[in-house]
């Protein structure tokens, strides 16, 4: 049974600084596709980022050159250095999970899903 544990929500100023990490128990990630999602106040749930079993990473235009997705199968976690953070990036943030490759950021592949973080802005 996968289960995915995020973590590293909270409140930080505009400009600053938060890593999001998510635990998987249950099977080994090395063959999984991990991706970042997030839901906004009021919006549907979107694609933010992603990390293939080979290292490819994906990434929403928006989140560019501020957010890094990384994963450490050895520690079967996935994390989500944000940096430079605006207001717009307020949501909860999902970590999904997935066996196999080029799942991107469609979240309709992913069947693994945390319980989510809330990361505030302002």
């Known amino acids: 049974h996968v289960q995915l544990v995020e973590s590293g929500g909270g409140s930080v100023q505009v400009g600053g600084s938060l890593t999001l990490s998510c635990v998987v128990s249950?099977?080994?990630?090395?063959?999984?596709?991990m991706g970042w999602f997030r839901q906004p106040p009021g919006r549907e749930r979107e694609g933010v980022a992603s990390?293939?079993?080979?290292?490819?990473?994906t990434y929403t235009e928006d989140v560019k050159g501020r957010f890094f997705i990384s994963r450490d199968n050895d520690k079967n976690t996935v994390y989500l250095q944000m940096n430079n953070l605006k207001s717009e990036d307020t949501a909860v943030y999902y970590c999904?999970?997935?066996?196999?490759?080029?799942?991107?950021?469609?979240?309709?592949?992913?069947?693994?899903w945390g319980q989510g973080t809330q990361v505030t802005v302002s």
């Open positions: 999904a999970a997935e066996v196999g490759e080029d799942y991107g950021l469609d979240a309709s592949e992913y069947n693994y």
């Open positions: 249950g099977y080994p990630i090395y063959t999984f596709s």
């Open positions: 990390i293939e079993p080979d290292g490819t990473t």
